[in-house]
């Protein structure tokens, strides 16, 4: 007989969201909002390049108003979502769309790479909703990741200056907090760069503070 592993109830009944699809809705503002996050600061245009059911349905089913919330840092129960759109409009961000309507190399179903940019600085990231609010990214400036955000997930952008991993990590031992994965990715040797730790942990949030004051550390986010 086989059983059904679930790692959380969350995985069985899906987020609490704005509708009607928790792949097409909850997880694409879940992968909007990592992105942002990942990129630490406000954006000037984003590039949404959708594939295979995303690209077929994301006017219908709100994935389009879904992304882009994500973007602008709102959670999966925000009321604001519909209005998502609209509200980059008013913050001159400038959203383009590329439909890709041949997704037969697309991985998943539901995939979407996004490039987000300002004056200063640009990423890509490409994120899959696969299912119940559950996303993966699986690439990050052309690194290949594999960050699914089922455990607790900590993300640094950060200078690349020798010590810093060092410096992250001591923290995070200080408090106790096991590594359970990293991924560290740079655009190249002495520009910025992306640390990406999952962590045993959900109570991070003394070691997160002590992190923050760390020199040439651009932002730290925790999805718990």
């Known amino acids: 007989m086989n059983h059904l592993r679930f790692q959380s109830v969350f995985d069985i009944i899906g987020p609490v969201m704005i509708g009607p699809s928790s792949s097409h809705t909850a ?7 990592i992105v942002s996050a990942i990129f ?52 001159n961000i400038k959203i383009y769309w590329k439909i890709n309507k041949d997704s037969s190399n697309a991985p998943h179903p539901n995939t979407t790479k ?52 060092a410096h992250v990590t001591d923290c995070l031992s200080k408090y106790d907090i096991n590594i359970a994965q990293m991924n560290v990715t740079r655009e190249k040797a ?19 503070s002590e992190i923050r004051n760390i020199p040439h550390l651009h932002n730290i986010n925790f999805f718990g």
């Open 114 to 165: 996004i490039i987000i940019r300002n004056a200063e600085k640009s990423l890509s990231a490409t994120g899959i909703s696969i299912g119940g609010g559950n996303i993966q990214v699986t690439e990050l400036n052309g690194f290949a990741v594999n960050l699914n955000m089922n455990t607790p997930t900590i993300i640094v952008v950060h200078q690349d200056v020798p010590g810093m991993i």
């Open 40 to 91: 630490g600061e406000t954006p000037t245009e984003v590039e949404f390049q959708l594939f295979n059911s995303f690209a077929k349905t994301y006017r219908g089913h709100g994935t389009d108003v879904a992304l882009v919330a994500g973007i602008l840092g709102m959670d999966t129960d925000d009321p604001r979502i519909p209005n998502a759109l609209d509200i980059a409009r008013e913050r």
């Open 27 to 33: 997880g694409a503002v879940r992968i909007g909002k």
């Open 190 to 208: 002495g520009e910025k760069a992306i640390m990406i730790i999952e962590v045993d942990s959900r109570e991070c949030d003394q070691a997160i």
